[in-house]
């Protein structure tokens, strides 16, 4: 084929040569000339110099076609990502996604779904009696040793309690089970016994899938703009190339902020998600921002968030969490509020950290894309994501969310047991536009954490961008790593 196109150039007049060559260029380098966009450079076969048989011929005429076709393709210039790599856009379908995993992989089983859920409730249920029981004063006379034995139920039960929230998230998309109400009742109440508003979740998490890594839209881990950053810091936009380096005491902070009041802190202010209520379809955004008692949070049934014919399942969220309230502070006065801690509050911010640490390295890295609404497309946001590796804990105990996560995003209704057979299935179809980071296993996990929030700062164009590129955005940072921000010029020169 090469040498066929190459031969077919060379019989073309010096106007449709230079167009040709630049095309294959660009599709090469992605980048862009005037010839590209000049439709006066492709000139008919009677304008050859050497009129031939050949120059009106079907292969002639087919390869003019191709040349036409390959200058109607969207042109994104020469896209860098945080660590230097040269970024191309994925150009497949989600039909070619679909059509590659086999059929078995969307059956679901009822079955299959409560026993899972039946094992995360014994397991939470059998750690549970065996400290009750086994981790007293009398049997366990040492009190640095019991300390250090109920630190480690706190962090066990959080892992299954974990597993359980996963499980609700199953019931959410629909792939626990063909049933509807079987998979919302189950949802409704494991997540509630967690403190999850259900419904109010199911529906701004199903507006993140249809939305992911969309600037304008997307409701989870929005990074912000280099305007937004240098507003946040007093400074303007420019500015953020020559700051020194933060330090790694303020990205412990941020850290620790995030991993312990993240997820409550997005529940209730919408942190994170995306800040253009005012587009909402009812005109129940206007004047409304994200924050504390601003109106945008996952309990107000009037929320921008949702619509008004959500507003019963948003009631019905915060029963949900009333009824489970209301359980728990009978237990604490009864038992002990002390005691309460330690069974049910610790391990609960054990779960809310592996949510958000789960979620913050699912969409934030220093290889993944973001992207403004006009370039933003259902095939490319899903593929802005990456699958990890947390070894026994997260094939086994968190259901293989965090290893087969860029497959959950393409078809969010397979279950999480036929998700490994239909990650491998779309890798040969995404090619290389599948991402994964699975250097060190579970320890590698914890370490990208730390390089995500020191790479990752705010996202803007490459400076190779032209056209539709210079809405795909990547994360830059003030910390001299990776890929160097953009240099800007002060306002008004």
């Known amino acids: 084929m090469a040498s066929a196109t190459t031969s077919g150039v060379a019989r073309q007049s010096k106007a449709l040569r230079r167009t040709a060559t630049s095309t294959s260029t660009s599709t090469s380098t992605t980048t862009t000339t005037t010839a590209d966009s000049d439709t006066s450079a492709v000139a008919s076969p009677l304008d050859s110099p050497r009129p031939s048989a050949s120059s009106t011929s079907l292969s002639s005429l087919a390869s003019e076609a191709a040349d036409l076709a390959a200058n109607s ?3 994104f210039g020469k896209l860098i990502d945080t660590y230097g790599n040269e970024f191309q856009v994925p150009d497949y379908t989600i039909k070619d996604i679909r059509d590659a995993i086999p059929k078995h992989c969307y059956e679901r089983s009822a079955a299959t779904g409560l026993y899972y859920v039946a094992r995360d409730i014994v397991s939470l249920g059998t750690t549970f009696y065996l400290f009750h029981t086994y981790v007293t004063p009398e049997t366990v006379p040492s009190t640095p040793l019991r300390v250090l034995l109920w630190g480690l139920y706190t ?5 299954f309690g974990t597993g ?4 609700a998230h199953e019931c959410g998309h629909q792939a626990f089970s063909p049933s509807k109400v079987l998979n919302d009742t189950v949802g409704w109440v494991l997540h509630s016994s967690l403190l999850v508003p259900y419904f109010s979740w199911k529906i701004s998490h199903g507006k993140h899938h249809k939305a992911t890594g969309n600037m304008e839209r997307d409701m989870v881990f929005v990074p912000k703009t280099r305007e937004e950053k240098a507003s946040r810091l007093g400074r303007l936009a420019h500015e953020l190339s020559e700051l020194g380096e933060e330090t790694p005491i303020v990205t412990f902070l941020m850290l620790l902020g995030q991993q312990l009041i993240g997820w409550p802190n997005y529940l ?5 998600g995306h800040d253009c209520h005012e587009r909402q379809s009812e005109g129940r955004g206007k004047g409304k921002k994200n924050g504390l008692f601003n109106g945008v949070n996952h309990f107000n049934p009037s929320s921008p968030l949702y619509e008004a014919k959500d507003a019963k399942l948003i009631l019905l969220s ?6 489970t309230i209301s359980v728990l502070v009978y237990l604490g006065n009864t038992f002990g509020w002390s005691n309460l801690l330690v069974w049910y509050f610790i391990p609960y911010l054990w779960v809310n950290h592996w949510l958000v640490a789960i979620t913050f390295l699912q969409h934030t890295d220093p290889s993944l894309p973001h992207y403004t609404g006009e370039s933003w497309n259902y095939v490319r946001g899903a593929a802005a994501t990456i699958d990890r590796e947390f070894g026994f804990i997260g094939r086994q105990l968190l259901h293989g969310i965090i290893e087969t996560h860029v497959l959950h995003h393409y078809v969010s209704t397979i279950p999480f047991y036929n998700a490994d057979e239909a990650s ?3 890798k040969k179809v995404m090619g290389r536009h ?5 250097r060190g296993g579970s320890l590698g996990f914890i370490k990208a954490m730390w390089r995500s929030a020191r790479m990752c700062h705010w996202v803007e164009p490459s400076e190779g961008a032209v056209g539709e590129g210079k809405g795909v955005l990547f994360f830059r940072n003030t910390n001299g790593l990776g890929t160097k921000p953009l240099k800007m010029s002060p306002p008004g020169q």
Do not use: C, H, S
């Open 73 to 75: 393709k969207p042109k």
């Open 155 to 159: 962090f066990v039960q959080g892992l």
């Open 164 to 167: 359980m929230w996963v499980l």
């Open 268 to 272: 209730l202010t919408n942190v994170t």
């Open 318 to 323: 915060d029963v949900g969490l009333a009824i």
């Open 424 to 426: 491998e299935a779309i």
């Open 434 to 438: 599948y991402r994964a980071d699975t």
